[in-house]
């Protein structure tokens, strides 16, 4: 009829140069149904797209019978196919055959990882997290990332490969290294193509370390046939901080392995065991803990429960 309908689809999408981040496409074009094509927009699809996705083009020189575009802004080392959709002024017609499935080339990395942070660890290390680079942001092969860190106010960086692209941390050790000692650090990238930016700079303690000090004068007393009050001190450490104190209890006739454990939280140096069998001895020690671990344990201490 005279009053035309959307155009009918393209003919398949013909994928032409590719660089890291462009691919030359060119379509036969679509039968415009009485109602003169308006436009023609170009869509790409990877592995990383929810479906269908507009694509960014620049026109190219129309060469015979054929149309043609660029796809710019593409991501290097993706997966993409192509397809082209005609309009007239009726409406928006049906796809074109998607294109063969293409490559873009390999580039160096241009992303950086997120949220560099510290990780609390062991005594003498530095725990350094990040959040990797999704396989989209990668640019090619051979992807890793390059850790960079150096005490504060001091000149040059340690650098350390790491060479899985999954990675998310790196833990470094150093017997010199005082607890809570602040370092800066970054995390970049490489690939095979040479290497990509660093993160911004940020400031990561090294782990506190577990206290050093054994709690001492622990002493036992008997309150009643259930209850035993314990005291004891503890050596006020510069590090190491106790988060709290770990009680350990056992009876004088079984084996070492039924201990029994009771844990205080914060910087109180007392605790009250209960439901105790009457009429027994028992043996305790005391040791401080924090979240990096244990201190020594105190010397044993003992005392019967009343009758």
Known sequence: GSTGSPPGPPGVVIVEEITESTATLSWSPATDNHSPISSYNLQA???FSLGWQTVKTVPEVITGDMESAMAVDLNPWVEYEFRVV??????TGDPSIPSRMIRTNEAVPKTAPSNVSGRSGRRHELVIAWEPVSEE????EGFGYIVAFRPNGTRGWKEKMVTSSEASKFIYRDESVPPLTPFEVKVGVY????????SQIVVI???????TAAPT???ATSVSVSEIFVVWKHVKESLGRPQGFEISYW??????????????RGNESFVMLTGLEGNTLYHLTVRAYNGAGYGPPSREASTTTKR
Do not use: L, W
């Open 86 to 91: 005609a309009t007239n002024p009726i409406g």
């Open 191 to 198: 690939n095979n193509k040479g290497d990509g930016p660093f």
């Open 217 to 219: 004068d622990v002493t």
């Open 205 to 211: 303690c090294s782990a506190e370390g577990e206290p």
């Open 45 to 47: 699809r990877s592995p």
């Open 137 to 140: 942001f990668q640019n090619g």
């Open 251 to 264: 009876k004088d006739t079984e084996p070492e392995d039924s201990v029994e454990t009771v844990r205080t």
